[in-house]
C-alpha cells in the first residue's frame, strides 16, 4: 500500500509544516509516511484525511478501489 501524501500536498501546495499544524500529527512523522519509511495507522490516516478534507481512500493507492 502505497500513500499519497505527498501528491495530494503537492496539488494543495501544501508543506509539511502545513499538514502538521491541520493535522496535529508531528513534522517527523509527516516526513516518514511521505518517504515510505513508515505506514500509518488508520488512526493517523484518519487524521490526515480529515484535516486534509480528503476521504481516506484519496491517500492510498490500492488496485482495489
Known amino acids: 500500500m ?3 501524501l505527498d501528491k495530494i500536498m ?3 501546495n501544501l508543506s509539511v509544516r502545513q499538514v502538521s499544524i ?3 500529527i508531528s ?6 509516511i511521505m518517504n515510505g ?3 500509518p495507522s488508520a488512526d ?8 486534509l478534507k480528503v476521504h481516506i ?5 490500492s ?3
Open 2 to 4: 502505497k500513500v499519497l
Open 10 to 12: 503537492y496539488n494543495k
Open 22 to 24: 491541520l493535522t496535529g
Open 27 to 32: 513534522k517527523s512523522s509527516i516526513s516518514r
Open 37 to 39: 519509511e513508515v505506514s
Open 44 to 51: 493517523t490516516l484518519e487524521k490526515l484525511a480529515k484535516g
Open 57 to 61: 481512500s484519496d491517500l492510498i493507492e
Open 63 to 65: 488496485d482495489y478501489k
